[in-house]
Structures are given as structure tokens and as C-alpha cells.
């Protein structure tokens, strides 16, 4: 099945310390992509990645970090954690539609993240 | 900047009626416009998509209007059911291969 796979799902952690959120998707899609969504704030983007190695910021990519060392694969770190960053976070990946030429996105179910 | 606006209140509707959901932007001039489903606690779900240049999409029974001029587009589901409850989030592009959404509009369809 085709699919964007985050984990973890949940996590409950504090202030400063490191964590990492996994994002694995199996559709050898080039463009991967990193969301946090906020009550009345909507999806926003933190960074993306438009292929192995290939990574540049969104609209709110401070505090996070990222890596792109193979296609599958896009991590979201987070180096020292703060309340602020408490959050739905979305991976996505996507192709370019043949024609349109659009970018259509598959998410990843999401990772709720709570900083205390 | 570019801005896209959703009403943010809910929509309420009776089972059976059609459910007409509102996308207004501005500072843009997208080549097209994505229509997308989020559950709670669930990830988007692409819905439709609409180029410029198409002033009307059906699927099965979503409806989607993109009129330029105006800046808009309408989303419309006929014979709403109680399981088309949910948000839904329009999305244009920003740059190369970036995806702008707006907050969303959360439908909610009684029995």
C-alpha cells in the first residue's frame, strides 16, 4: 500500500530534550515535506526536501532541523524541544503531476507532540 | 503575501442537501487549486484538483468551481452524508513545489 509512515504517533516529552520524528514513505517520491498544525493557524510548512541531500526552509522552520540522506527517508529533529513547538506534525511527500505539472500531496497520519 | 481564506466557522447541514464550501485568496494568481479532506487527528486527504484554465471538476459527487477573476473557488458536495463530515482545506502552490493551505472549513452533516 502506498503510504507515508510517521512514528512515533504520540509522545509526551520536556524541555530540551532531543527527539527525533521519523518519516518513511515508499512511493519513491522526490519532494518530501514537514507540516505543524495549530488550532486557527492551519497546516505550515517548516522545511522541505526536493531530493536526497536537497533540503531548504519553509514558513516556520525555526527550532527544527532535517536530513535527507536517502530517498525514503526524511526525519524532523528537534534539538532542544520548547512548549512552543507542541503540535500535529505532518510528513508529506509528493510527485509532480504529468501535464498540470501540480503537486499533489500524500500526508503521513501525524505525530501529536506535547512539550512540557 | 499571498493569503487564502476559509470561512472558520462550522457548516451545518441536513443529511441530503448539497453542502457549498467557500476558498477566496488574494496577492496570487495560482495555475491551479487543490480541494482536500482532514478527519480528526488524521493527515489531508487529496479530494480534487483544478487548473486555471477549468472552470468546473466533478467527482463523483464533489463539484468545484475556480473563477479567476473572483479569486475563488467553491467546493460542493450533493446528497451530503453524515460520513462527509469532516475539514476541508483548500491548498494553491507558492513557488516550485510548494503547497499554501488555508485554515479550513469543518463540515457537518446531521441525520
Known amino acids: 500500500e502506498a503510504q507515508v509512515t510517521q512514528n512515533p504517533r504520540y509522545l509526551i516529552t520536556v524541555t530540551g530534550k532531543k527527539l527525533t520524528v521519523t518519516c518513511s514513505q515508499n512511493?519513491?517520491?522526490?519532494?518530501m515535506s514537514w507540516y505543524r498544525q495549530d488550532p486557527g493557524l492551519g497546516l505550515r510548512q517548516i522545511y522541505y526536501s526536493m531530493n536526497v541531500e536537497v533540503t531548504d526552509k519553509g514558513d516556520v522552520p525555526e527550532g527544527y532541523k532535517v536530513s535527507r540522506k536517502e530517498k525514503r527517508n526524511f526525519p524532523l529533529i528537534l534539538e532542544s524541544p520548547s512548549p512552543n513547538q507542541t503540535s500535529l506534525y505532518f510528513c508529506a511527500s509528493s510527485y509532480r503531476r504529468q501535464g498540470s505539472g501540480a503537486n499533489v500531496l500524500t500526508f503521513g497520519a501525524g505525530s501529536r507532540l506535547t512539550v512540557l | 503575501s499571498q493569503k487564502i481564506e476559509q470561512n472558520s466557522e462550522a457548516l451545518n447541514i441536513q443529511e441530503g442537501k448539497t453542502a457549498t464550501l467557500t476558498c477566496n485568496y488574494t496577492?496570487?494568481?495560482?495555475?491551479?487549486l487543490q480541494w482536500y479532506r482532514q478527519d480528526p487527528g488524521r493527515g489531508p486527504v487529496f479530494l480534487l484538483l483544478?487548473?486555471?484554465?477549468?472552470k468546473e471538476k466533478r467527482k463523483e459527487r464533489l463539484k468545484v468551481t475556480f473563477d479567476t477573476t473572483l479569486k475563488q473557488s467553491l467546493f460542493h458536495i450533493t446528497a451530503s452524508q453524515p460520513a462527509d463530515s469532516a475539514t476541508y482545506l483548500c491548498a494553491l502552490p507558492w513557488g516550485f513545489q510548494k503547497l499554501v493551505f488555508g485554515t479550513g472549513t469543518r463540515l457537518l452533516v446531521s441525520p
Open positions: 483544478i487548473r486555471e484554465n477549468e
Open positions: 496577492n496570487y494568481s495560482p495555475a491551479y
Open positions: 512511493m519513491n517520491h522526490e519532494y
